[in-house]
T-cell receptor, first 111, second 116 residues
């Protein structure tokens, strides 16, 4: 059974650019959630996807968007990058339960 | 508005002793609580959870206690081992409805260091 995998592991972008982060959920999991973890803080909920539809969103602007595909993999897209978007982005998957399984994350640096 | 708070940024204990990590919450709608452990360069790993209908849950060396009236939970690790050194996050969930519960509210984390 493969766990949650994320790519890339590290990314450097400049302000104003767009970025796409990818996540493959754990086998059999139908819910994917994305989190942003700033340095020294706990993860903050961005949104979740269930059956390919956004199903819950945290306090993040519309330039944060996502997709979930039929195989339950997911993408997080961030447009018009700002310096404050520099963070670790975590993907988590689950199946009918509140225990989330996290990937190792993508470290995004915005210069 | 920090709904889940871990007021101790760090904790240092001796190997073999008890580690107690604390967490407070403000949202009375939370009905399920989890502890995650995180090593550098890895994602958070689930440790133990507790439903609000219980006041204690135990799994090996790890025990979580929930005091609903005080809106407080704690994680006890006995005995502590050097491999337990990591960042520990408390998280909470409310019944969002349906079968998808991907939203957790996390505390800021506590860095636990266990000295040999």
């Amino acid at each position: 059974e493969t766990g949650v995998t994320q790519s890339p592991t590290h990314l450097i972008k400049t302000r104003g650019q767009q970025v796409t982060l990818r996540c493959s959920s754990q086998s059999g999991h139908n819910t994917v959630s994305w989190y942003q973890q700033a340095l020294g803080q706990g993860p903050q909920f961005i949104f979740q996807y269930y059956r390919e539809e956004e199903n819950g969103r945290g306090n993040f602007p519309p330039r944060f968007s996502g997709l979930q595909f039929p195989n339950y993999s997911s993408e997080l897209n961030v447009n018009a990058l700002e310096l404050d978007d520099s963070a670790l982005y975590l993907c988590a998957s689950s199946f009918i339960g509140r225990k989330l399984f996290f990937g190792s994350g993508t470290q995004l640096s915005v210069l | 508005d920090q709904q889940v708070k871990q007021n101790s940024p760090s904790l240092s204990v001796q190997e073999g002793r008890i580690s107690i990590l604390n967490c407070d919450y403000t949202n009375s709608m939370f009905d399920y609580f989890l502890w995650y452990k995180k090593y550098p360069a890895e994602g958070p790993t689930f440790l133990i959870s507790i439903s609000s209908i219980k006041d204690k849950n135990e799994d090996g060396r790890f025990t979580v206690f929930l005091n609903k009236s005080a809106k407080h939970l704690s994680l006890h690790i006995v005995p502590s081992q050097p491999g337990d050194s990591a960042v520990y996050f408390c998280a909470a969930s409310d019944p969002a409805g349906g079968t998808s519960y991907g939203k957790l509210t996390f505390g800021q984390g506590t860095i636990l260091t266990v000295h040999p």
